[in-house]
């Protein structure tokens, strides 16, 4: 019987502990195996220790259980139940089995038109899911994304996501790469700082930029990032097609209002060439060796 329909209370002694699956800034990631379902997950150790209270990231934790938590879709990572002991706090997760995504792309440098465009489409499917119910995920990039057994992708770590519309408090930290300018350039928008879904539409069109270059549009010194991203100033190679470059040119837009909408992305006419299961598209994939 799978996690969910299990009773709502879990303890550690429920599950046996495997192989480290990875490491993230304030504790590890197991494989982990429900004792009396069998049931194979990945069971997230965070040390309370480490959470500075205060600092936010408690908060963070709390929101990313309480968002995560309620969500259902094929390309997000579920979360099925979490509790704590004195010391840590346990997230009882969804076990992608082929990984992180980050660690695909740099091993394959970047990826072919027709991965890049299933991939985009599977983001901008989750996307749509998340933002009907006003949430942001403010946090869209590789290294927040994992890759399930069949290849399809799953948005993880939910630790920045909010409810719409937002105003940030917690200090950013880590790569600006992937911030639009209205999160980057405080008062960007003229009056206060808070900032809606949309903040994902430019994650998203950076997210396809480096799916296709192998390397985020705006990669720079910290002060040149800024100043790139702030003027959207990017240049796209020649390597990429027409159709992708469309689509890049209408989602990294500096207004949040002119980014082209989600539905409209997965109407675009690279994604529809590469992900219409037709006929046509199906052989061709296959002529190209496929997955
Ligand atoms: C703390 C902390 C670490 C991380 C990053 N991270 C996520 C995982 C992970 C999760 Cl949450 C779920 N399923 C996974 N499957 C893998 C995996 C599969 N293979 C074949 N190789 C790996 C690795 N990792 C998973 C691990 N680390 N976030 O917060």
Same mark, same amino acid.
């Given at each position: 019987?799978?996690?969910?329909?299990?009773?709502?209370?879990?303890?550690?002694?429920?599950?046996?502990?495997?192989?480290?699956?990875?490491?993230?800034?304030?504790?590890?990631?197991?494989?982990?195996?429900?004792?009396?379902?069998?049931?194979?997950?990945?069971?997230?150790?965070?040390?309370?220790?480490?959470?500075?209270?205060? &600092?936010?990231?408690?908060?963070?934790?709390?929101?990313?259980?309480?968002?995560?938590?309620?969500?259902?879709?094929?390309?997000?990572?579920?979360?099925?139940?979490?509790?704590?002991? &004195?010391?840590?706090?346990?997230?009882?997760?969804?076990?992608?089995?082929?990984?992180?995504?980050?660690?695909?792309?740099?091993?394959?440098?970047?990826?072919?038109?027709?991965?890049?465009?299933?991939?985009?489409?599977?983001?901008?499917?989750?996307?749509?899911?998340?933002?009907?119910?006003?949430?942001?995920?403010?946090?869209?990039?590789?290294?927040?994304?994992?890759?399930?057994?069949?290849?399809?992708?799953?948005? &993880?770590?939910?630790?920045?996501?909010?409810?719409?519309?937002?105003?940030?408090?917690?200090?950013?930290?880590?790569?600006?790469?992937?911030?639009?300018?209205?999160?980057?350039?405080?008062?960007?928008?003229?009056?206060?700082?808070?900032?809606?879904?949309?903040?994902?539409?430019?994650?998203?069109?950076?997210?396809?930029?480096?799916?296709?270059?192998?390397?985020?549009?705006?990669?720079?010194?910290?002060?040149?990032?800024?100043?790139?991203?702030?003027?959207?100033?990017?240049?796209?190679?020649?390597?990429?097609?027409?159709?992708?470059?469309?689509?890049?040119?209408?989602?990294?837009?500096?207004?949040?209002?002119?980014?082209?909408?989600?539905?409209?992305?997965?109407?675009?006419?690279?994604?529809?060439?590469?992900?219409?299961?037709?006929?046509?598209?199906?052989?061709?994939?296959?002529?190209?060796?496929?997955?």
């Amino acid at each position: 019987a799978p996690l969910y329909n299990q009773p709502r209370q879990f303890h550690l002694g429920m599950f046996e502990i495997g192989r480290p699956l990875g490491k993230g800034k304030f504790g590890r990631v197991y494989l982990a195996r429900e004792r009396s379902s069998g049931f194979i997950c990945a069971l997230k150790v965070l040390y309370k220790a480490e959470l500075q209270h205060g &600092s936010g990231v408690e908060k963070q934790v709390r929101r990313e259980v309480e968002i995560q938590s309620n969500l259902r879709h094929p390309n997000i990572l579920k979360m099925y139940g979490h509790f704590h002991d &004195s010391k840590r706090i346990f997230l009882i997760l969804e076990f992608a089995g082929r990984g992180e995504l980050y660690k695909h792309l740099r091993k394959e440098n970047r990826f072919p038109e027709w991965k890049a465009a299933q991939y985009i489409a599977q983001m901008a499917s989750a996307l749509r899911y998340l933002h009907r119910k006003h949430v942001i995920h403010r946090d869209i990039k590789p290294e927040n994304i994992l890759v399930g057994i069949h290849g399809e992708l799953k948005i &993880s770590d939910f630790g920045w996501s909010v409810h719409a519309p937002n105003h940030r408090r917690t200090t950013l930290c880590g790569t600006l790469d992937y911030l639009p300018p209205e999160m980057v350039r405080p008062h960007g928008n003229g009056n206060d700082n808070s900032y809606d879904e949309k903040v994902d539409l430019w994650s998203l069109g950076v997210l396809t930029y480096e799916f296709l270059v192998g390397e985020a549009p705006f990669e720079d010194t910290m002060v040149m990032t800024h100043r790139r991203i702030a003027r959207a100033d990017m240049t796209i190679p020649s390597f990429v097609s027409p159709e992708a470059r469309d689509l890049i040119k209408k989602l990294l837009v500096l207004d949040p209002a002119k980014r082209l909408p989600l539905d409209a992305v997965q109407q675009h006419p690279w994604i529809i060439k590469h992900c219409v299961k037709g006929e046509r598209a199906t052989n061709r994939e296959k002529t190209k060796g496929g997955e």
